[in-house]
């Protein structure tokens, strides 16, 4: 475990073990260290250096003899705090990066990520669990999404929606509306952040999609099993615009919020 912790800040397996050695057994001399490690003096003395600059040992000297010796506890927590905090700053540097990538128009992901089985589609949907605080539209084919997919995890991914505070507004075909009472998960309202309306008899669909942020994510039949994530601006303006003409012919799906009362108390758990 510590080996792999160490990992963590870019050392080697031989610089671990440098380190280990003279952190069970105290200051040494480079000819005993080299000796009791098995590795070679010349080889030795770039490891240690590479250990002192990092803070995890001190070098010193005695009867002019170099000895080396592991830092103290304090100080190699110090070390690992330090890390702690340079890679808060550069997560805080890459998403900004990100966030100016996208108010461009630059895309630095895949533009296009294609899943097979029951399992790469599942996939396929968590990737909009990456977002917060975004609107969605989902033209879903809801009844036969769960038979692919499971009640199972459209319960955990309705948790994760809410809780990221990813507001959706949905459209199922006629074919395919499902009872709320036995799905209270799949409730609507304020509190699940999620209006849901009913396509025209005329409009129907088996697969489906999903609009959020600059991505789509299609999920197919359970006869093709398969799907996949685009990411494009303009095909995203393209179906949103066929979502608002069907959404406007639409009729909203009346769900009382206390139907999924005992759904919602597990969230806030």
């Known amino acids: ?13 031989e610089e671990i073990k ?10 040494q001399t480079a000819g005993i260290l080299a000796k009791k490690t098995g590795l070679s003096r010349p080889s030795l003395y770039g490891f240690v250096q590479k250990l002192q600059k990092l803070g995890l040992v001190i070098e010193s000297q005695k ?6 010796i592991a830092s103290p506890r304090e100080k190699v927590s110090a070390v690992f705090e330090e890390k702690i905090i340079e ?5 805080t540097i890459m998403e900004k990066a990100y966030a100016e990538m996208v108010k461009t128009g630059i895309t630095v992901n895949p533009k296009f990520q294609l899943f ?6 599942r996939q ?24 692919i997919l499971s009640e199972e995890f459209f319960r955990k991914l309705n948790k994760d929606r809410i809780q990221q505070k990813l507001y959706t507004r949905a459209i199922w075909p006629q074919g395919q509306i499902v009872d709320i009472k036995k799905h209270p998960y799949l409730g609507a309202g304020g509190k699940f952040l999620r209006e849901i309306r009913i396509a025209p008899k005329d409009i ?10 600059n991505k789509v994510a299609f999920i197919s039949s359970k006869k093709e099993s398969f799907g996949f994530i685009i990411e494009s601006k303009e095909l995203v303006e393209m179906l949103s615009s066929q979502f ?5 012919l639409s009729k909203p799906l009346s769900a009382k919020d206390s139907n999924g009362e005992e759904f919602l108390k597990e969230i806030k758990k």
């Open 18 to 27: 440098t380190f280990l050695f003279l952190a069970e057994n105290g200051e």
């Open 87 to 91: 890679l808060r700053d550069g997560k």
């Open 204 to 213: 129907g669909f088996s697969m489906g999609y999903w609009i959020y942020g």
């Open 116 to 121: 097979e089985g029951k399992e790469g589609m």
């Open 63 to 68: 009867n002019g003899v170099k000895t080396f």
């Open 124 to 147: 396929v949907l968590k990737d909009m669990l990456l977002y917060n605080n975004v609107e969605t539209k989902a033209y879903w084919p809801i009844k036969a999404m769960i038979e």
């Open 244 to 248: 608002e003409i069907i959404w406007d």
């Open 1 to 13: 475990m510590i080996e792999q912790t160490l990992q963590k800040l870019g050392l080697r397996d």
